[in-house]
């Protein structure tokens, strides 16, 4: 249970593990002064006259104090001031020392000398935090941990490490787990009263985020929680489904208006800080089906479908829904599912680009709504105020080619690629003529400053009843000219391949299946 929830960690800090490297004396990182700011405000780390003086080597005895305070014991150690064999120690670093050695973390550099004006070799700090994270065997901590990896500890042991990379790495160890407590270090030191979840919260989620989870109640649905670091800073006050909430993301709170989610026939708008709902929508007796296509700071855009599979696009704004396209969604199979998995979108600035099911439409953060196409779109790329899109192709003739019985798990996509410019008209830029082979344009990867569009298209080969093969090509679109420029798939590499036609491609598919008996 401890490893799964050690990798769980790491996974939820991904964003937050950033290398430590060695740095110059007389500098320090961006990230290194926003972990300073956090422990600073949590009052884990104080400085000097001269400020924060990350660029500087860290000294013994400031270590003993810094880690001291990480692990909760500076009251402790003020009151009791333990004594330790050392005889070197100032008056204002016995306490520290002492409690440490008192908590046997320390043993000094010989019997009687600590040397705490001497600098902390990186190791030996690496040493102190592995500790801290209930860690007991030196070895094993040195050859890395969720705190500190092993190339970080290879590269810098044996340096001097900076007030910059002790407050970065004493951070990383506040979020991550407890070996002994089974829990994070910040939620041990909440538990000793050292910090308060909200005080954890007002230092932390400004600059990192939080993480939303959700919990399962019965007969009330799922109630959502507010994590900073695995500690709960603020929960839900009614039983929701159908959330919007991001589940284990960590997000800042102000890059979302609200969440949304519903009990009964309500649909509300959560919080995101304080999780308190306020309904803004109640469904009729013929609307079952809703939801978010897409949240900017201030803004959000919903759909809510009826029985009759008929949808209407709302937006969200100054806490009230206001409906800006009617009637939408006629095309509808399975409005359950549909609406929340057949559609993308695109964010940029302080607009969203949303396109499935009801055409490709705009939202800016004012709450300003426009529809730039009535065409069901498949994917999306947007670049230089130009929205690239594939269209939902004519799928009759597709179903023909791959089998009535592949139907229902055909990949989506188009055949087309148009461009929507300024003029808000829009021009095609490339057809594909897939239906021998069952083909669809699954993906613009990217547009290039010159023009040149990158997407991929997918194909599916039947052979009777239950035997298929997919594969997909890359294409470059270079003056309205599609080229395969790679395959993902089996085709034998004969270094002939350049140049190729679609037409060659798929026979040469082809070909090879028949040989091999398919």
């Known amino acids: 249970m401890k490893r799964i929830a050690a990798v769980v960690m790491i996974l939820v800090l991904a964003v937050f593990m950033l290398s430590v490297q060695a740095a110059e004396p007389a500098g320090y990182t961006d990230k290194q002064k926003e972990s300073a700011d956090i422990l600073y405000t949590l009052g884990l780390f104080r400085g000097s006259d001269k400020g924060y003086e990350l660029g500087r080597n860290l000294t013994r005895g400031e270590a003993a104090a810094l880690l001291t305070r990480l692990l909760g014991g500076e009251a402790e150690a003020l009151a009791k001031n333990y004594p330790s064999p050392f005889t070197d120690l100032p008056d204002w670093v016995k306490p520290y020392v002492g409690w440490l050695y008192h908590q046997k973390l320390t043993k000094g550099m010989s019997a009687t000398t600590y040397s705490p004006n001497a ?176 949240t900017l700071p201030d803004a959000a855009c919903l759909l809510i479908a009826d029985k009759d599979k ?71 790329y947007v670049r230089d105020n130009a929205v690239y899109y594939v269209p939902k192709a004519s799928s009759e003739d597709i179903w023909k080619a791959v089998g009535e019985v592949y139907r229902e798990g055909f990949l989506p996509g188009g055949l087309e690629i148009y461009r929507i410019g300024e003029n808000k008209q829009p021009e095609l830029l490339a057809a594909l003529d897939g239906r021998k082979y069952g083909m669809m344009i699954s993906e613009i990867v990217s547009v290039e400053a010159g023009g040149t569009v990158r997407f991929k298209a997918e194909y599916m080969f039947t052979y009777g009843m239950m035997d298929t093969h997919t594969g997909m090509f890359v294409y470059e679109l270079r003056d309205g000219v599609p080229a395969v420029i790679g395959y993902e798939g089996s085709v034998p590499q004969d270094g002939t391949d350049e140049g190729r036609t679609l037409e060659q491609w798929l026979e040469l598919e082809a070909q090879r299946l028949k040989k091999a008996g398919k």
């Open 119 to 294: 600098e902390t070799k990186y190791e030996h700090f690496v040493l102190f935090m592995g500790r801290a994270a209930g860690l007991e065997q030196d070895e094993h901590i040195l050859q890395g941990f969720d705190t500190v990896r092993a190339d970080e500890i290879k590269e810098n042991t044996g340096k001097g490490i900076t007030r910059g990379q002790a407050t970065e790495i004493m951070l990383r160890g506040l979020a991550n787990w407890h070996y002994a407590a089974e829990k994070t270090l910040a939620a041990v030191l909440c538990d000793k009263g050292v910090l308060t979840p909200q005080k954890l919260d007002e230092a932390v989620t400004p600059v990192l985020g939080c993480s939303y989870v959700w919990t399962w109640v019965k007969d009330a649905d799922y109630t959502i929680t507010r994590q900073v670091f695995y500690v709960p800073v603020a929960q839900s006050t009614i039983g929701v489904w159908a959330s919007s909430v991001p589940f284990n993301e960590e997000i800042l709170p102000k890059s979302v208006t609200a969440f949304f989610g519903s009990s009964g026939s309500t649909i509300y708008a959560i919080d995101p800080m304080t999780l308190e709902p306020r309904a803004v929508y109640e469904l009729d007796e013929r609307e079952c089906y809703w939801s978010v296509l897409g």
């Open 310 to 380: 008929n949808g209407s696009l709302y937006i969200y704004d100054e806490g009230a829904l206001t409906q800006v396209l009617g009637s939408c969604c006629s095309t509808i199979h399975d409005p359950n599912t549909q609406l929340r998995t057949e559609y993308c979108s695109y964010a940029r600035d302080n607009s969203m680009i949303v396109g499935g099911l009801y055409g490709i439409v705009s939202f800016d953060n004012s709450g300003q709504f426009e529809r730039l196409s009535e065409v069901r779109a498949e994917t999306l």
